[in-house]
């Protein structure tokens, strides 16, 4: 692998370092609490790979759920994941070898550093989407574990930290907003999932607000592809 | 333990189904109405992300989103101005930070 692909990798993948790290943390930290050491927190993080769920998981865990329950759960938290797989078939189809893992590790945070399918220069573009992915991971199960086994000995407050996974959004947001000049997918989209949690409550908005995303860019279908 | 096992077993297989799916089912040939929606679906997806991170805003009640609302603002701004989504984040993120800590007041 070039060294300029590792580089350029490590330094998109940044954005994603600091939360991952810290929200990790307090999934390790969070597991530690319900009784479950380093070793089931690694476990999860290597395995699972998909924060919000982790974090619904430790409630499964603790309230001996069945399995059937856990199945329903992570259908419906993790939808959305169907939504990412659709939209990275075309990017991801020369990825050959690493494709297996690349669609494993397609969080939403390595979605949002991905999706537009653009890579820098003098890099090898397949190689560059799995380190992302690679990193990302890396990040995310050492955050999860040094959470588990330090605990809460920070010795300052991280408090809001966790606000830098909707600063990445919102960076990606505007970024493709600027380079766009068809708006028409973007405010289908914020303005869809708002109305759905105004209408459904914070709970259960996701996936009525996929289902109307799907349905008006489908109507919209030959007028989008008409601008193009 | 054996059932705690199971339990990370099946959120990892379901949510593994759900990362593959639409590759295996599109393996052969992608039809052309899902290279549409390939190529709609990511602002679209990225906008719902945006609300669903912002889901738990308060805005009739304390701190009424404000430090959200100030650091999203921050993250717009300087994203428009330098187009560096590093330096947004950053910047954003500990703009929030401040904020909710209390350590810079934004209060009318």
Redesign the interface.
């Known amino acids: 692998m070039k060294p300029q692909t590792v580089k350029q990798a490590f330094?998109r993948s940044?954005?994603v370092m600091?939360g991952y790290l810290v929200l990790g943390a307090g999934f390790g930290i969070l597991m530690r609490g319900a009784g479950?050491g380093a070793l089931?927190t690694a476990?999860?993080s290597l395995?699972?790979?998909?924060g919000s769920?982790?974090f619904v998981?430790v409630g499964?865990?603790t309230g001996?759920?069945s399995?059937l329950t856990?199945?329903v759960t992570?259908?419906t938290v993790?939808?959305?994941?169907?939504?990412?797989?659709?939209?990275?078939?075309?990017?991801?189809k020369n990825a050959g070898a690493y494709?297996p893992y690349m669609?494993?590790a397609?969080t939403?945070e390595t979605?949002?550093l991905l999706?537009?399918g653009k890579t820098p220069e003098n890099t090898a573009p397949e190689a560059f989407r799995f380190l992302v992915s690679l990193f990302n991971h890396g990040y995310w199960v050492a955050g999860s574990v040094l959470g588990s086994l330090l605990g809460a000995v920070l010795p300052f407050?991280?408090?809001?930290?966790e606000?830098?996974?909707?600063?990445?959004?919102?960076?990606?947001?505007?970024?493709?907003?600027?380079s766009?000049k068809d708006?028409?997918?973007?405010?289908?989209?914020?303005t869809?999932?708002?109305l759905c949690?105004l209408l459904s409550g914070?709970e259960h908005?996701?996936i009525p607000?996929?289902g109307l995303?799907?349905l008006t860019?489908?109507l919209l279908?030959g007028r989008?592809?008409a601008k193009v | 333990m054996t059932h705690s096992a199971l339990l990370i077993a099946v959120m990892a297989a379901v949510t593994m189904l759900l990362r593959f799916l639409p590759f295996l089912i599109f393996r052969k040939k992608t039809p052309k109405y899902v290279s549409y929606l390939g190529k709609v679906l990511p602002p679209a997806v990225i906008g719902m992300l945006v609300i669903y991170c912002l889901k738990d805003i308060t805005p009739f009640t304390a701190p009424f989103g404000i430090p959200a609302l100030v650091a999203a603002a921050v993250v717009v701004g300087l994203q428009i101005w330098k187009r560096n989504s590093l330096i947004s984040i950053l910047a954003g993120t500990a703009v929030y930070m401040l904020i909710s800590q209390g350590l810079v007041y934004f209060d009318f």
Not at chain 1, 78 to 92: E, G, K, P, T, W
Not at chain 1, 157 to 161: C, D, L, N, P, R
Not at chain 1, 163 to 178: P, Y
Not at chain 1, 183 to 190: D, E, N
Request: proline fraction near 2%.
């Open positions: 330094l940044v954005p600091a479950y089931w476990a999860m395995f699972v790979f998909a769920m982790q998981g499964l865990l001996g759920a399995l856990a199945a992570t259908l993790n939808a959305r994941h169907l939504f990412y797989s659709v939209s990275m078939i075309d990017v991801y494709k669609i494993f397609l939403d979605y949002s999706c537009d407050s991280t408090a809001g930290i606000f830098s996974m909707t600063a990445l959004f919102i960076a990606s947001f505007t970024e493709q907003w600027l766009s708006h028409v997918p973007a405010l289908t989209g914020l869809g999932t708002l949690l914070r908005f996701l607000a996929m995303i799907t860019l489908t279908r989008e592809e």
